[in-house]
């Protein structure tokens, strides 16, 4: 398996769509193995060719011209078509199919499906040795490893010294609540530890240090990690068959 741009190294027009086709037949593993929705059905993709791509492509192959896999993607003669498959491997006639590129599949699809199947599968083997809490502590105690006396310091802010979950990290790197990061940004404009400038310090640039009671369990980031990803596959674009298309132009015609 290969990324984007490995694959735009391919110089053949045939390697390309062999790797291609062997990333879309892993995903399609990936997608089966993850866990599925209520009426059983899975995501599935396949590639699709426009009409006119086995000439365009006889012509690029004539001219001997290099990326021709990805050339054809950028002229819409190439596309991934992503649609639901029922428990029973039959497709889903009621679900919507989905158009991708083959920059959104390798950039998005693939790397999302890869980090579903991993967190799926340590989450079933952590519930079969019943330490799916421990996986999450355990990764908690190999990063932090600090003792009591530091973790109640860091519940303290260090300008008005006050207990607060909600630490911020500003671009000189330190510490302090939110509340004091607002006050301070109101009266000076400047870190009140280094004086460093806070001007060009946009809130969506800060740093925000979560605690203990803000990490969720695996399964409910699971979860959320699902339902972003469909999401995301819901927002592609309809895929219309040329036919369906013509037929459709006919009437409005």
Same mark, same amino acid.
């Given at each position: 398996m290969m990324d984007y741009y490995e694959l735009a190294a391919r110089s053949s027009y045939q390697e390309s769509l062999k790797v291609l086709e062997a990333d879309i037949h892993h995903a399609n593993v990936l997608a089966a193995s993850i866990p599925r929705g209520k009426n059983g059905s899975c995501l599935q993709m396949k590639l699709v060719?426009?009409?006119?791509?086995? /000439? =365009?492509?006889?012509? #690029?192959?004539?001219?001997?011209?290099?990326?021709?896999? #990805?050339? !054809?993607?950028?002229?819409?003669?190439?596309? /991934?078509?992503?649609?639901?498959?029922?428990?029973?491997?039959t497709p889903n006639i009621s679900s919507c199919r989905r158009k991708a590129t083959i920059r959104e599949f390798y950039a998005v699809i693939l790397p999302s499906l890869q980090r579903l199947h991993c967190d799926s599968m340590e989450l079933d083997m952590a519930k079969e040795e019943g330490t799916a809490e421990v996986v999450v502590k355990k990764r908690l105690e190999e990063r932090r490893k600090l003792t009591d006396m530091d973790i109640e310091?860091?519940?303290?802010?260090? /300008?008005? #010294?006050?207990?607060?979950? &909600?630490?911020?990290?500003? !671009? =000189?790197?330190?510490?302090?609540?939110?509340?004091?990061?607002?006050d301070w940004n109101t009266r000076s404009e400047s870190c009140p530890f280094c004086r460093g400038s806070l001007k060009r310090v946009n809130s969506g640039d800060l740093w925000v240090l979560t605690?203990? &009671?803000?990490?969720?369990?695996?399964?409910?980031?699971?979860?959320?990690?699902?339902?972003?990803?469909?999401?995301y /596959?819901?927002? #592609?674009? &309809?895929?219309?068959?040329?036919?369906l298309f013509l037929m459709y132009y006919e009437y409005l015609i």
């Open positions: 060719c426009n009409h006119l791509a086995p /000439i =365009c492509l006889l012509l #690029l192959q004539w001219m001997d011209c290099s990326c021709t896999c #990805l050339l !054809s993607s950028y002229l819409n003669l190439l596309h /991934i078509v992503l649609y639901q498959v029922c428990s029973d491997g310091r860091e519940d303290e802010c260090g /300008i008005c #010294l006050e207990p607060c979950t &909600k630490m911020v990290v500003p !671009s =000189c790197c330190h510490t302090m609540c939110i509340n004091c990061y607002r605690c203990i &009671k803000d990490v969720v369990d695996s399964e409910t980031v699971l979860r959320e990690d699902m339902l972003r990803f469909y999401l /596959i819901n927002s #592609l674009p &309809k895929d219309i068959p040329d036919a």
